[in-house]
């Protein structure tokens, strides 16, 4: 989920975080969100190899692996990666792991080998400069056969870039339906600028407190960033409905090599 580096690890309470994830992401409500949205566009573009740039606690990759496509799943933080095994374990599937830099993936992976590369949950967006996102990208490109797809998605921060001051009052309005939907854990904005937004979640039952920053994308900045690294067609959906909503709390993109 997070890409090993000390300045994002600042940003993070680790295992705090590991141990609300789950209850957080819900993986039963986050597969009925999107209705299909992930295993359908897989089956579109007839993929059958899969990285997972982001494996976080295991969500996508087990869930894939259960239904019958190859994944190499891609985890550089240790906590995150040793919830994600014992989750694989518990589900009866065997983790095919990396814990690889994205921007140089290229090092250890085979060019043009995988039919599809996801990286979903906002991750990219732990990265805090343009040069490093633009690299990542250029990455996951070049691992990805010809006509091979990435598939991204990112959180709505120009809603929050927008709304600011409210926010920060303590007026987050977030559906819950479709990413991060989870009861008992609850997720705010405590500080948001044009460079970073940093997040801080609270299980009710436990009151234990997590934080998490990210770079706020905002309003077309990341589909602009995908074209700069290569990727000519790319479809833009908004809470997993092919359009573009300007009041939808995430957005997924299918860029085509």
Request: proline residues 3%; glycine residues 6%; contains cysteine.
């Given at each position: 989920m997070l890409l090993g580096n000390a300045t994002i690890h600042k940003n993070y309470n680790s295992q705090n975080l590991v141990d609300m994830w789950g209850d957080l992401i819900d993986w039963k409500k986050r597969r009925e969100g999107e209705n299909?949205?992930?295993?359908?566009?897989?089956?579109?573009?007839?993929?059958?190899?899969?990285?997972?740039?982001?494996?976080?606690?295991?969500?996508?990759?087990?869930?894939?692996?259960?239904k019958g496509f190859d994944v190499t799943s891609n985890e550089i933080d240790k906590t995150f990666l040793a919830k994600a095994l014992q989750n694989a374990k518990a589900n009866n599937v065997q983790l095919k792991i990396t814990s690889l830099d994205w921007r140089e993936l290229d090092k250890e992976l085979e060019i043009e080998s995988f039919d599809a590369v996801i990286i979903l949950g906002n991750?990219?967006?732990?990265?805090?400069?343009?040069?490093?996102?633009?690299?990542?990208?250029?990455?996951?490109?070049?691992?990805?056969?010809?006509?091979?797809?990435?598939i991204i998605d990112e959180r709505n921060c120009q809603n929050i870039l927008d709304n600011r001051d409210e926010i920060l009052k303590g007026n987050f309005n977030y559906s819950g339906k479709y990413v991060y939907c989870g009861e008992k854990v609850h997720g705010r904005p405590i500080e948001i600028s044009d460079d970073k937004v940093k997040f801080e979640y609270t299980d009710e039952r436990t009151n234990k407190i997590a934080y998490l920053a990210m770079y706020p994308w905002k309003r077309d900045e990341l589909k602009k960033l995908l074209q700069e690294a290569g990727f000519e067609l790319i479809e833009q959906y908004s809470d997993y409905l092919?359009?573009?909503?300007?009041?939808?709390?995430?957005?997924q993109y299918v860029c085509v090599k």
């Open positions: 299909g949205f992930l295993i359908d566009q897989l089956r579109k573009h007839n993929v059958r190899r899969v990285f997972d740039a982001a494996l976080g606690d295991g969500c996508d990759s087990i869930y894939l692996l259960q991750s990219l967006t732990y990265l805090f400069t343009k040069e490093t996102r633009l690299k990542a990208l250029e990455q996951f490109r070049r691992i990805l056969k010809k006509s091979g797809i990435l092919p359009k573009e909503n300007p009041d939808a709390d995430f957005y």
